[in-house]
């Protein structure tokens, strides 16, 4: 369990240190592949979404210098980014990787986006082998605990999305969605999600632009919007109530002068911008302007946290799911820990078993085949009696803390020394018993 | 009589200015609709009161005290046409208060009578009145709304999580609150002044443009135009607005304050 996070989220950073941290999708691989670069790191993989920046890892000694990597990898100063920093290492890392793919760790608890996210993460980390062993495992469980959380609580269920949240904060500026217009800016999924919610709610009309022009044109076909080329935004944008941004551009892409031009084009009526990018796509000097309404990321935060109280039973029954699931994950890297003892263990009697019939087969002549048969299943009878106990008595150390202690005893008892190779692919089976047959099968082949 | 029903009136609109202070903190169901009952009941006794002013001599509404209480009761009928068509109490956090103290004033008893004694023609003196009031109870509906729009565009944009409980409808519907109440106000108020023209014709022979009543009537009017214009062709809103309503109702009370030094509608000595 030598599994190290750092990161940074929406409740440990501003929007403006997250907006500095984001990595752009297409250059995760690459950062995966510096991070198992990196001194100290065997596996690593990396979420960034507009909430959070997570550095998630498989150290060889337990403490790699991820905050030394943080600093060199975006350039910035120890001062100004540490404060906003959480770290867990080994049993509070793996139960902060199940909270998050829980969505119990995001802005607003139970929204369900976060899971594919994460596992688009790790896909990508996979994709480039930054992820194998401890990480697949790790993020198999994940993925697996937030399943049992959203099918065993009622967290997911009532979900107050920022979907629904931006269509309450428009009805206030609005009353009646009823004949409001649409603009989506960036076919995302979270806009597009947004503006399902806003036409359940009666807009009118959407329209849809992106740089990829088709993209723009499948979205808008989805809503029987229009598709507008990018190089139009300005123009058309102030048709327009409610615009929802969730471009990729490192810079604002809507500033005051826009706001201005739009405002005098629309005869001073309101404006709603809803701004789930990050880095933010409207400049925060917009809202200075009077009918402009921006909400970036943080501030529907804060619209939600009140809704957030309504869930937190539902919540706590999540936690404790998560809790037990942690215990029986350290468990079962324990178990596997005293893996390979197991197998040396029965090697090394299975070779001493067939010396010693060697040996007397010599003395005794031609066996018939009977005699063959009745001989191998005494032996390995007496063999698996003799083994029972010990390999049982393994497997439950391995639960508790003296479970090297007990590996140490057992290995020099035995006089074993070789290792044999830890299983690295994806062990899909819950119990210690089972995980134990599979290395057994793959290590003797 | 009518002083009497004016003060249970005056009773029952202090409940609304309870219900005004309370709304400012809090939101309760409850209280709005003890309030909006209350004043519903303020305004039967109200109305009794005006009648039996107008039936014992019409012309006694040009005295002050009938006058404010007539203001109060047309903004009454305003707020009330307002929560038929929007279902909100909010704008009576303006109104009540405006509608308890001209209520509060005229019930107290005597004041300055108008000099009406030389007009002739009192069929159009009761028109110039009743027309001149309900654009004065517009204004008072679209300041009040232009305030609310203030404080609500203040909430929205502090984005803190209690702007969610606010107790003001939503931005829009204010604006229309206060835009409709100003565009209703505005042919009162121009008809209003050409029956007081005709008034004035007909009792004094002549228009003085100079005397100061009429010089801040105009101004007020052309204010009041103005208002409209700006935010019917640039739609105007927020800060701005609320700056110009402002402004029209210091035009507005300057022409009232008229009365006390002007030679042809002065109060009587």
Partial sequence: MRFQLIGVNHKSAPLEIRERLAIPEKRLPDVCRDLTAFPGIEEGMVISTCNRVEVITHTVNGAADLRGFLHTYFQVEPDELDPHLYEFRSKDAVRHVFRVASSLDSMVVGEAQILGQVKEAYATARAVGAVRGQLDQLFSRAFAVAKRVRTETAVGSSSVSIASVAVELAKKIFGTLQGKNVFIVGAGKMSELAARHLMAHGCASIFVANRTYERAIGLAQKFNGQAIKFEDLYATCDRADIVITSTGSPHAIFRREHGEQFLARRKNRPMFFIDIAVPRDVSPDMAKLDGIFTYDIDDLQQAVTSHVADRSKEAEHAEAIIASEVERFEARLHTLDVVPTIVSLQDHLETIRQAEIDRVRGRMGQLTPEQEIAIEALTRGIINKVMHTPITTLKTAARESEATTVVDVVRRLFNLQTKPQVATEPVASETGEKVAVKVEVGTRR | ?269
């Fill in chain 2, 1 to 269: 009589m009518p002083l009497l029903w004016l003060r249970f009136a005056l009773a029952c609109y202090f409940v609304g200015l309870v219900y005004a202070f309370v709304a400012l903190s809090r939101t309760s169901d409850l209280f709005s609709r003890i309030a909006l009952h209350a004043a519903s009941l303020g305004m039967v006794f109200h109305f009794v009161s005006l009648v039996e002013v107008f039936l014992s001599n019409h012309v006694a509404w040009a005295s002050v005290h009938n006058g404010e209480s007539l203001l109060a009761f047309l903004s009454m009928t305003f707020f009330m046409v307002i929560y038929a068509l929007y279902q909100t109490t909010s704008p009576g956090v303006v109104v009540f208060p405006v509608v308890f103290f001209l209520t509060f004033v005229a019930a107290i008893g005597e004041q300055p009578v108008l000099l009406t004694q030389y007009v002739s023609d009192k069929g159009w003196l009761v028109a110039h009145i009743i027309l001149i009031f309900t654009g004065y109870a517009a204004l008072v509906l679209s300041f009040g709304a232009s305030l609310l729009y203030l404080v609500q565009e203040r909430r929205l944009k502090s984005k803190k999580p209690t702007s969610m409980i606010s107790f003001l409808p939503a931005l829009d519907v204010i604006d229309q609150i206060g835009y409709r109440s100003l565009l209703l106000g505005f042919p009162f108020m121009t008809l209003g002044l050409i029956t007081g023209s005709v008034v004035a014709l007909t009792t004094y022979g002549r228009i003085d443009f100079l005397d100061p009543k009429i010089l801040l009537s105009l101004l007020m009017w052309v204010v009041y135009m103005v208002m409209v214009f700006t935010r019917w062709n640039s739609g105007w809103r927020g800060r701005r607005a609320a700056f110009l309503a402002t402004f029209t109702v210091v035009a507005a009370l300057a022409a009232w304050a008229a009365n006390y030094f002007s030679a042809m509608h002065r109060f009587a000595s």
